[in-house]
Each structure stands twice: as structure tokens, then as C-alpha cells.
């Protein structure tokens, strides 16, 4: 990634976030599939092919929790359809990859804070934000050279790997980290860019699995 800024901190309200990559063992999930119900907001629209890709990638990140991903416009859905866990995702300032430019041919200094959860009384709260003008600052220098398809495929799968992040948080009520993947405190460039990057086993832990099966 050359002088590429390498690391971005994931910041809840209550201090340090954190994520890991890997693939977990089936012995260790629950026994029972959970669903949990994601609003999401955003500030700007985000193009079909983007949206797409945000939903089938953090699907996909938490098939290894045994947790279905169900996802619902909270202008729109007013069910009360029986959920497992529900939160609300807000994509603040405009979630798109930046447009190549002069700017982004040299790294940009940080640090920069892509992600947040509420928190109240030590308690973590169904509610996330994903800063995506920090994102665009962090991710712009290796995307600034790709073609207009391959920067919205992996500037959305960022956005999900984020999302990933900060529920972990939320369904599994823990303010721990993993030391690596996607429960880790912070994301280099590289793994939110990469191929696979999904939770570790630890961040899967027995202890947290448990918590997530009690609801």
C-alpha cells in the first residue's frame, strides 16, 4: 500500500472498537439460527449495485455466527415481525467512493474515525454510524486508480466489514476485542480491501456465542 496511511481506528462513544479475520469451526456456533433485523439510514442514496453488495457481504460475515442478516427501510417497514436482534445503521455524508483526483495520489494523515456505536450507562446501544467521509480519506488513495466497478464492489464490501464491526458490539453486548479480523480495535487498508476478512475464532469465543444464543 506504499505511504498509504496503514491503520484506521474504530471509535464507539465509550472508547476503542475493534475486528478479525478467519474462518470458524461449525462446533462452535449456536445451536439455533438467530435473525437480526438491520435499519439502515443514509444521509445520500447509495447506488443498487453498492447496496447489494453491503447486504450479501455482511450476510456473509455472519453466516459463522449462525445469524441470519434481514434488512428493512425504517421510512417504509413498520412490521413487527419476531426478530432476534435489531439495529439501526446510519451511512453518514455521502457513502460512495471517491472520485479519482490529484488528491489521492499521496497518502492523507490521520487518524481517522470510520465507525461508531452509542453507548449509555456502559450499556451499547442498537444504534451505529458509519463515517464515510473518513472512509473516503482513508480508502481513496488505493482506490484512486481503479476502474468506476471494481472501486464501488470493494468501497461497498468496506462498508459492510464496518457495519460487521459494530454489530458485533451490539448483539453481542461486549466492549472486548479480538486480535485480529473483523472484531479487532482497528482495520488496516489492506484488510478492508482484501478478498476474505471475516471474524477470528476467538472473536467467536464460547463466552461471546452464548451471550449472542441468550439474546
Known sequence: MGAV???AHIFAL???LSVSTCV????????REKTLVVFLTSDFSVAPAASSEIKQELGHIFQAAAIHVKWQDPATDRSDSENDYAA??????????????PRFEHSISGPFTLASSAVANGVILPFGDID??????FLGP????????????IYARAVARLI??????VIGQTHDHARGGVAEPSFTVAE????????????????????IADG
Open 14 to 16: 465509550a472508547g476503542v
Open 5 to 7: 496511511p496503514r491503520v
Open 192 to 211: 478492508l480491501l482484501s478478498d476474505h476478512f471475516e471474524f477470528t475464532e476467538p472473536a467467536l469465543s464460547a463466552e461471546v456465542l452464548a451471550r
Open 132 to 137: 464515510c467521509a473518513a472512509l473516503n480519506s
Open 88 to 101: 439501526v445503521v446510519r451511512l453518514r455524508g455521502s457513502c460512495r467512493p471517491p472520485e479519482p483526483g
Open 24 to 31: 470458524c469451526r461449525s462446533e462452535s456456533l449456536p445451536s
Open 142 to 153: 488505493s482506490l484512486w486508480k481503479e476502474s468506476d466497478q471494481t472501486r464501488e464492489f
Open 164 to 169: 460487521a464491526h459494530e454489530l458485533y458490539h
